[in-house]
């Protein structure tokens, strides 16, 4: 170092100096030890000479970090307790805040990975106020060829569909998830097969045509160069290799682009959409996603109003009441988890705050020791700006130790979160630690020091140095100021902490209220198995000879006491919505219902209760029967019995359907959001050609689905079978992302009130020692303990309180942001608030209580001699 | 024998004029000062290297380090080429200076 280098050769000067004037004595003839004494005395002070030769080397502003630098790392060593501490917790609070920044940029703010993608929409229906129905719904293929056709302010209109094919050959049948796409769907997106080429427009219809994607193409194709224009068999037909996409291409899962149905996992394989689209019904089902690029320059609103006025005709001669919206696409692709991270990162920041404010407690109570240091060094002249800075660079080194290991945690913790979250958080195999990330932990660095260092820093700049000098060591003489700005932190942490908790206790109610609903069907015991009946020799009448055949079977399984199936479980979505109309009574003005297609014991597999009338019998199969939910009963014949009126199948040209039964209310997606009414027709009337059978055990899951699939197996072994799912199961991944953000929320609060607490006592235990003397004079002059303990219980809670109530109040205000993500319990619910105030008054409470009990032990004689 | 302290601002010259003879340590500019002022000006450590420290950063002078006749490591400083005018501006000053100091105490001694 070149400071101390210089430092070394200066020595060296003045000692070959000295050396040098000896010498000279010596050959005048003085005595050695003599001419060594009177060199010395001539020399004068050396280390004055040192010092003042030093100042003329002048400073550099970065010599002078040096020496602050190297300050502050002293003043590190003499509290080795407190540094640990602290580099711990800001290692703790930076890691955690940056990880989640990367969560919340990669999937949040990172672009899509698309060309241009800020042009990129999805069109979504939105369904007329008086529908009463939460959310927005696919569009239908129609309008998306008047779209296509005529949008002016549009580049490119796609649709897609989420689907399924069976890939045999090659390996066990596997069934793939795939998207139906309009010919111009990779053009609108901005891609480009790497290889081979994009669908023609005139495939559209479906000629056979494929396109892969990298990972399959790897995975189940050994990325054979040959590929192209390969036959393989897809659902029993023979289909061609036109393309692969690139590698790396991350396309939004399934379920992420806001479709109702089809698989939730990445698409695998394209296929075209296979049906003229013009042809299609102007009112058609909303079974379609459309992707949108918009001209450049052009802006959402006029492009909105273009797509709803080019359906003017239709709205008119349907009377559609529902309209349409654009979302940008990356904001439609991560909308399950936008809430729920914003969350979770201002938690985070909310602890790092409640990090850095204890941090800079703990540093005033230590620059309290520096006191009397600061006023002689202002005494001698030193600038008051260089002791401001001084203390910020004893904050920053602090920090940046803290911060340096924050980011070895930040990179561990990103993996933790990234293994340990429910799938449907989309995008997080996107997440990177980029610039942008890399910026973020510097400001959150910049950021943490300023709050660490400002209120020591401040306070010791602003010593008098007289008083500093005067005021030896007792408490007494400067409980004034310092105290209340210590006691505001304390308040800040508190009322920072009280946020947390109540938003952590909303969701928490929130979820074991969202545990404890009635759900409708059984859980532990119901197996469900996914299948496809996809081949073509399961077309026209195939699959509902099969199905019937497999149904059989299942039934007969040892251990089976009741096997069903349904076109669609519980829990898994919306699908076949349409209008709920009472066939002899019909309105102009209908609600939605979602129906189902079943196999007879589905219910009892289910669990499901029957509330009247009977349930599906061998004999009703392919029969215009239906049972529908008891709130679909009492919508429609209120007071009346339902038994015997007729309701409209879904589908046109379908007849009406006698109501033979009334069942339970079920939910269709997550039980916070859909609990749509219900039909159910007999499968057969319309075969779906995905189905799940349910079957119900009262013996062990595991070994049940064994036999399950070994029956299905012998029936087909063509026939792909994706794992089999208890309910439970459906249940638990359904209600993953709220679980997930409930814990971490929960484990954050909970910091924060133990960082708090930490707080409290630091700043109590500190006022006492200060107070020693004083209270030895209490205690002397004849205060009881009792007297002593409450009076700095009150001391000690007085901020704790007023830093409650700031933090109730805000909570009061800030829960609206949360209301999204509660379950049947208000924002300004005052259960949660007054948990929250009786936890963590116990807390300070707690806190205070060693200090003060301290406090009372106090021996006034040894107390008095300090003085 | 009475000893002067140097006159405030005239050290920086003293140490320079040394100098032009060649590269001396702090030790010999000292010994220089005092015996070419026969015994008169006495150069104190603290304010010898303060002012050479202060020079140097100037770069009126340069340092290295050098054996000593005695054998003895020690820091030797030698004029630069700005120190050379530097000191030639000074010395102008110096006896302008002076000339008119002397005048005015002389006009001083003989109104009295």
Same mark, same amino acid.
């Given at each position: 170092m070149k400071w101390r280098r210089r430092n070394q050769e200066l020595d060296e000067e003045i000692q070959a100096h000295l050396a040098m004037a000896v010498q000279d004595r010596i050959s005048r003839g003085e005595g050695p030890a003599e001419a060594e004494r009177n060199a010395r005395r001539e020399l004068g002070n050396e280390t004055l000479i040192k010092e003042i030769t030093r100042e003329m080397w002048g400073w550099t502003a970065v010599e002078r970090l040096q020496q602050d630098l190297r300050y502050a790392f002293r003043q590190m060593r003499r509290n080795s307790g407190f540094t640990a501490m602290a580099i711990l917790s800001l290692a703790l609070g930076l890691g955690a805040v940056t990880a989640m920044f990367s969560i919340v940029n990669g999937v949040l703010l990172e672009p899509l990975a698309f060309h241009d993608p800020a042009r990129l929409y999805v069109a979504r229906t939105i369904p007329p106020p008086e529908a009463h129905l939460t959310g927005d719904f696919p569009v239908n293929a129609r309008q998306f060829h008047e779209w296509r056709a005529h949008c002016q302010a549009c580049q490119s209109v796609s649709l897609i569909q989420m689907d399924d094919l069976t890939l045999v050959g090659a390996g066990e049948p596997v069934k793939l998830p795939a998207l139906r796409v309009s010919s111009n769907f990779f053009a609108t997106l901005g891609v480009r097969p790497a290889i081979g080429r994009d669908f023609l427009p005139a495939e559209e219809s479906g000629l056979g045509q494929v396109i892969l994607t990298d990972t399959l193409w790897r995975s189940r194709f050994a990325a054979d160069p040959g590929i192209l224009g390969r036959d393989i068999q897809l659902n029993g037909e023979p289909h061609t290799v036109i393309g692969v996409l690139p590698h790396h291409l991350a396309l939004p899962r399934g379920d992420q682009w806001g479709g109702y149905f089809g698989p939730a996992d990445e698409p695998l394989i394209f296929e075209p959409l296979g049906f003229h689209s013009e042809g299609q019904k102007p009112a058609g089902s909303l079974n379609y996603t459309s992707v949108i690029r918009l001209k450049p320059g052009i802006s959402p609103a006029p492009a909105t109003a273009e797509l709803n006025s080019l359906l003017a005709d239709f709205v008119r001669q349907y009377h559609i009441t529902t309209r349409i919206a654009l979302f940008p696409l990356l904001q439609q692709v991560t909308r399950r988890a936008r809430s729920a991270l914003w969350l979770l990162l201002g938690a985070v920041a909310a602890v790092l705050l409640i990090v850095c404010v204890n941090v800079g407690n703990l540093m005033l109570v230590r620059t309290a020791g520096r006191y009397r240091e600061a006023g002689v060094r202002l005494a001698l002249g030193a600038g008051r700006t260089r002791l401001f800075g001084q203390v910020l660079k004893e904050a920053l080194v602090l920090v940046a130790i803290g911060g340096s290991l924050g980011l070895v945690l930040s990179y561990a913790g990103l993996r933790a979160f990234t293994a340990a979250a429910p799938i449907d958080l989309p995008r997080l195999e996107e997440v990177q630690m980029d610039w942008r990330v890399l910026l973020f932990a510097f400001a959150a660095t910049t950021f943490s020091t300023v709050a660490c260092g400002l209120a020591p820093a401040w306070r010791l700049s602003r010593i008098q140095p007289l008083d500093s000098l005067k005021a030896v060591s007792s408490g007494h003489t400067e409980a004034g100021r310092k105290l209340r700005l210590r006691e505001m932190l304390v308040s800040l942490e508190v009322a920072l902490s009280a946020v947390l908790l109540t938003a952590a206790s909303l969701l928490l109610v929130s979820f074991l209220r969202l545990t404890h609903v009635e759900k409708g069907f059984g859980t532990a015991h119901v197996i469900t198995q996914d299948v496809s009946f996809l081949s073509p020799k399961y077309a026209h009448g195939g699959r509902n000879q099969v199905i019937r055949l497999m149904m059989d079977r299942l039934r007969q399984i040892p251990g089976a006491s009741a096997a069903g199936a349904t076109s669609r479980l519980p829990m898994r979505g919306e699908d076949w919505v349409s209008e709920l109309r009472d066939s002899e009574a019909p309105t102009e003005d209908n609600a939605i219902a979602n129906f189902r297609f079943v196999m007879p014991d589905y219910w009892r597999a289910m669990e499901i209760p029957l509330q009247q009338g009977r349930f599906f019998n *061998? #004999? *009703?199969? #392919?029969?215009?029967v239906a049972i529908v939910s008891s709130r679909a009963a009492r919508h429609l014949w209120p007071n009346e019995n339902p038994i015997g009126r007729h309701v409209q199948g879904i589908g046109p040209g379908q007849p009406a359907l006698e109501i033979v039964g009334v069942v339970g209310e079920v939910p269709a997606g997550p039980l916070d959001q859909s609990w749509p009414m219900m039909v159910y027709e007999p499968y057969g009337l319309i075969s779906p050609v995905a189905m799940s059978f349910t079957v119900r055990t009262l013996g062990d899951p595991a070994a049940l689905i064994r036999s399950m699939r070994a029956v299905l197996s012998s029936i087909d072994p063509e026939m792909a079978l994706p794992t089999a799912r208890t309910m439970n199961e459906i249940l638990d991944a359904s209600m993953a992302t709220r679980r997930f953000e409930m814990r971490l929320i929960l484990a954050f609060a909970l910091i924060a009130l133990l960082l708090a607490a930490l707080g409290i006592y630091g700043v109590v235990s500190f006022a006492v020692a200060r107070r020693t003397p004083e209270i030895g004079i209490r205690v002397a002059m004849g205060a009881r303990p009792g007297q002593v303990l409450s009076m700095i219980l009150r001391q000690g809670l007085r901020p704790v309180l007023f830093g409650l109530a700031v933090g109730l109040a805000t909570a009061l205000f800030a829960g609206r942001l949360l209301a999204s993500e509660l379950y049947e319990i208000g924002p300004n619910d005052p259960l949660p608030l007054f948990a929250v105030a009786a936890a963590l008054l116990l807390t300070a409470f707690a806190a205070c209580w060693a200090p003060a009990r301290r406090a009372t032990r106090v021996d006034p004689l040894r107390a008095l001699r300090f003085e | 024998m009475k000893r002067v302290e140097l006159i405030q601002g005239t050290l920086d010259m003293l140490i320079l004029q040394t100098l032009r003879w060649g590269a001396q340590h702090g030790y010999g500019i000292t010994q220089a000062i005092r015996s070419g002022s026969c015994d008169v000006l006495q150069v104190e450590t603290g304010s010898l290297y303060p002012a050479l420290h202060r020079l140097e950063r100037q770069r009126w002078v340069k340092a290295e380090w050098r054996q000593s006749e005695n054998n003895q490591r020690a820091k030797y400083y030698s004029l630069t080429p700005a120190g050379r005018k530097y000191l030639a501006a000074e010395q102008e000053r110096w006896n302008t200076v002076s000339t008119a100091i002397a005048s005015l105490m002389r006009a001083r001694e003989t109104e009295a």
């Open positions: *061998d #004999g *009703d199969w #392919g029969r215009p | -």
